[in-house]
Each structure stands twice: as structure tokens, then as C-alpha cells.
T-cell receptor, first 111, second 114 residues
Framework: GQNIDQPTEMTATEGAIVQINCTYQ??????LFWYQQHAGEAPTFLSY????GLEEKGRFSSFLSRSKGYSYLLLKELQMKDSASYLC????????????FGQGTELSVKP | DAGITQSPRYKITETGRQVTLMCHQT?????MFWYRQDLGHGLRLIYY???????DKGEVPDGYVVSRSKTENFPLTLESATRSQTSVYFC?????????????FGDGTRLSIL
């Protein structure tokens, strides 16, 4: 089965850096996705990792360690618009294109 | 416009009624999914489909029925709605089953059952 853990809430200051962690236990693994979801809106894709290491996309980076079952999303130069929920999702190798989502981390960016 | 659309955006109904949520995508993606999102539970998979006429149960399928007669449509039916099915429902589609192809989500249907 799969079990995905993320912190429920985090608070950070505008202009700062924040790291959102995700740990997972899965019987099979085809990669890990991060999504952003603003209140009242649909989740939108941020990043994908399948190999160990860091993937950088502008202000956002995502890291994966397969041996440790661990990922993090790093947000730099925080802006007020980054206040949102960040969802970690594992793609299991059981097929069907499914994603198994964590409960999400609610990030509040303060001035 | 291309994309994935859900209808209705908002729905209020009564317990025991049948209600159908619609999902339509224009990308010809093979895979489609239905999730519900509730406080404290995140996104939970209800049903998914790998192609037309192929559907499978997800984590929380009880009380729901799906069909997929055409690749672009994936309706979700609550046969006899219960208050516990009050939730936000998201439909998603994905081009392939593996790799870096993400799921793309519709805007959601906010369903209240009185």
C-alpha cells in the first residue's frame, strides 16, 4: 500500500525560502509529483521527480531520495501569491495512471 | 477551448436523489479520474478509467457509478445521494500511465446534499 505524510500547515515570510517535506511508503514507485492548489481552485502541476536529485524550475525546486522515501519542495523568494496548499503525490507502479495524494500542506505567506 | 471541463460547478440536492457530475476533456487523453476532496482527507480517488469502456475502482468507490462510452467523457453518478457525499469533486485526465505526464484537473464541482 501507500502512505504519504506532509506537514499540515506552514507559515513563512515574504521574500524568504521555505521547504515543504513529504515522506512516502509505497510498494512500487513510478515517480513523485508536486501540485499547487489555491483556495477554491483546482490543483495545478508544479514538478515531477523520478530519479534522485534536485529538479529546478525558476523559484521552485523539488528534491527526491528514493532510498529514503523522501521528497521536498523548495520555494525561494516567497511571494504573497504563493499562499496555497501544496500536494505531494506518488505514482505507484500498479498501473492505471493513478496518483496517490498526501493531505497537502497549507502554506501561509506573511508580509 | 481545449482542456478539461466539469459541470455543473455547483449543485445542491437532497438525500436519496440521483445526481450526475459531468467531465469532458478535449485532449484525447486515455486516462481519466474522479476524486473527492474533503477537509482532513485530501484528494481521494473514487474511480478511474484507462480507456473507453474500461473503468476501475479507486479508494472510495461505494455509492458511486461511472461510465466511459467515449474517450472524452467520464460522468460520475451518485445513485442515491447521502449527506456524507457532500464534497468537492474533481475530474482529471492524463495522457499516459507513467512518466512525467501529469494529471490535469478540471475546476471542480461543489456538491451539497441536504
Amino acid at each position: 500500500g501507500q502512505n504519504i505524510d506532509q506537514p499540515t500547515e506552514m507559515t513563512a515570510t515574504e521574500g524568504a525560502i521555505v521547504q515543504i517535506n513529504c515522506t512516502y511508503q509505497t510498494s512500487g514507485f513510478n515517480g513523485l509529483f508536486w501540485y499547487q492548489q489555491h483556495a477554491g481552485e483546482a490543483p495545478t502541476f508544479l514538478s515531477y521527480n523520478v530519479l534522485d536529485g534536485l529538479e529546478e524550475k525558476g523559484r521552485f525546486s523539488s528534491f527526491l531520495s528514493r532510498s529514503k522515501g523522501y521528497s521536498y519542495l523548495l520555494l525561494k523568494e516567497l511571494q504573497m501569491k504563493d499562499s496555497a496548499s501544496y500536494l505531494c503525490a506518488v505514482s505507484p507502479n500498479s498501473g492505471g495512471g493513478k496518483l496517490i495524494f498526501g493531505q497537502g500542506t497549507e502554506l501561509s505567506v506573511k508580509p | 477551448d481545449a482542456g478539461i471541463t466539469q459541470s455543473p460547478r455547483y449543485k445542491i440536492t437532497e438525500t436519496g436523489r440521483q445526481v450526475t457530475l459531468m467531465c469532458h476533456q478535449t485532449w484525447s487523453h486515455s486516462y481519466m479520474f474522479w476524486y473527492r476532496q474533503d477537509l482532513g482527507h485530501g484528494l481521494r480517488l473514487i474511480y478511474y478509467s484507462a480507456a473507453a469502456d474500461i473503468t476501475d475502482k479507486g479508494e472510495v468507490p461505494d455509492g458511486y457509478v461511472v461510465s466511459r462510452s467515449k474517450t472524452e467523457n467520464f460522468p460520475l453518478t451518485l445513485e442515491s445521494a447521502t449527506r456524507s457525499q457532500t464534497s468537492v469533486y474533481f475530474c482529471a485526465s492524463r495522457a499516459g500511465s507513467v512518466g512525467n505526464q501529469p494529471q490535469h484537473f478540471g475546476d471542480g464541482t461543489r456538491l451539497s446534499i441536504l
